[in-house]
C-alpha cells in the first residue's frame, strides 16, 4: 500500500501543537521561573517561550544608546554584513536562478557603521557576526551584560557563543534553524519571530541553491557573484512577509503547505526590550525588527550546545522527509 507521506506529515503538524505546544508562545515573568521550572516545562519539551524581565540587572538596557557604545568603543573595529536590501543568507532570484545569498563581509570602525546604519538606505548594514563577537569584537561592553545564570545552571554548561547584533528595521533573517539552544535578549527595539517546529520542516520548501556572496563590482555596486568552485545548501524558500499582493499570491502558488488555513499558523513572538526569547534548538526562525523610537535595535544571544539526542533524530527525519516530499510534483486539486 502506497504511503500517502503529505498527509501523515499534515498529521504531526496538527498533533504537536494540539499535544503540547499551542497556537502561542507563552509570556512568563522571571520572578516566576527558576533553572528546574525552565527545564522542566521548557527545556525537556523543545518548547519556545518569552521570558519577561529577565534583563532587569542588566546595565546594558538603561546604558546602550549609541553615544555610549561609541564612547566605550572608541577605535575598534566590527564585522559588517552588507547587501543591497537587507536580506543576507537568504534565497535570492537572479535571472531565473535561485541562490544562497552572501552579505559582503567588512571590517570597519564601529563610528562608520552607525554612520551608515542611521544614514543612507541605498545599502543596508547589520553588525550579525556569529563568531562570539560580543567578547571577541565589543569587549569593552562586556562589563554591561550578564550571563542568564537559570538558563545556564538548565543547560548545564556556559554559552558557547554570546553574539551581539545591532541592526535596523532594514535587516531581515530569513527562515533557517540552528543546532543551538538559543537565549535571545533583545536590549533596544523590537524583535519579531515568527516560528515554526522542527517537525513542520516541509512547510518551508527547502531548494539546494548555489551559493552566491555579494561582492563591490567595477563601478562600486554590489553585486551578487557566484561562488568558485560551486558549492550548495539547502535553504528554505518562504518569505512569511511578501511584499505585495502579488508576491503573496506567487508564494501561496508556490508555498501552498505553508499558508494552509487548515494548517496550524506558524507562531509570532515579539520580543521588546529587557525580555528574552527561549528559542529551542532546531525551530525554524525568521526574524524582522523594529528600532520604534530607538536609534537601532539591539540583541545579545547566547548558543548553548544542544543535546543530540532522540528528537534531533525525529527533526532529521523530519528534514529529510521534506526534502524527499519537495523532490516530487504536488497532487492535483
Ligand atoms: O536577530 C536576527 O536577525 C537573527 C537571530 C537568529 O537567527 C539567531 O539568533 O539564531
Request: net charge negative; hydrophobic share 40%; charged share 20%.
Amino acid at each position: 500500500m502506497p504511503i500517502d507521506a503529505r498527509a501523515l506529515l499534515h498529521e504531526l503538524t496538527r498533533e504537536a501543537r494540539e499535544l503540547d505546544i499551542g497556537s502561542t508562545v507563552g509570556r512568563v515573568p522571571a520572578s516566576q521561573l527558576n533553572s528546574l521550572v525552565f527545564y522542566r516545562d521548557y527545556v525537556s519539551r523543545n518548547k519556545p517561550l518569552i521570558i519577561t524581565g529577565a534583563l532587569d540587572h542588566w546595565p546594558a538596557v538603561q546604558a546602550w544608546t549609541v553615544h555610549h557604545i561609541l564612547e566605550r568603543m572608541g577605535e575598534a573595529k566590527i564585522s559588517v554584513a552588507r547587501t543591497p536590501h537587507g536580506r543576507a543568507d537568504s534565497v535570492i532570484n537572479l535571472d531565473g536562478t535561485k541562490y544562497f545569498a552572501l552579505p559582503e563581509e567588512e571590517h570597519m570602525p564601529v563610528q562608520e557603521f552607525f554612520a551608515g546604519l542611521q544614514g543612507s538606505r541605498s545599502e543596508v548594514t547589520y553588525a550579525q557576526a556569529q563568531n562570539n563577537s560580543l567578547p571577541e569584537e565589543f569587549g569593552p561592553l562586556l562589563q554591561d551584560v550578564t550571563d542568564l545564570g537559570w538558563a545556564t545552571e538548565a543547560f548545564g554548561r556556559t554559552p558557547e557563543a554570546t553574539n551581539l547584533w545591532i541592526g535596523s528595521d532594514d535587516s531581515v533573517t530569513s527562515f533557517h534553524k540552528d543546532h543551538y539552544e538559543n537565549m535571545y535578549a533583545v536590549v533596544k527595539g523590537r524583535k519579531l519571530f515568527t516560528l515554526l517546529p522542527p517537525s513542520d520542516a516541509y512547510r518551508l520548501y527547502s531548494q539546494t541553491c548555489r551559493v552566491a556572496q555579494y561582492r563591490r563590482n567595477a563601478a562600486g555596486a554590489l553585486e551578487l557573484q557566484p561562488e568558485e568552485p560551486p558549492r550548495e545548501v539547502p535553504w528554505a524558500t518562504v518569505d512569511p512577509c511578501p511584499a505585495s499582493e502579488e508576491q503573496m499570491q506567487a508564494s501561496q502558488l508556490a508555498h501552498p503547505e505553508y499558508w494552509d488555513p487548515d494548517l496550524p499558523s506558524p507562531l509570532q513572538a515579539e520580543v521588546g526590550p529587557g525580555e528574552v526569547l527561549y528559542l529551542p534548538s532546531l525551530w525554524f526562525h525568521h526574524v524582522r525588527q523594529e528600532a520604534g523610537a530607538d536609534e537601532c535595535v539591539i540583541a545579545v544571544n547566547f548558543w548553548y550546545e544542544m543535546a543530540f539526542d532522540c528528537k534531533a533524530a525525529y527533526a532529521r527525519l523530519a528534514d529529510q522527509l521534506a526534502l524527499e516530499l519537495h523532490s516530487q510534483p504536488l497532487p492535483d486539486g
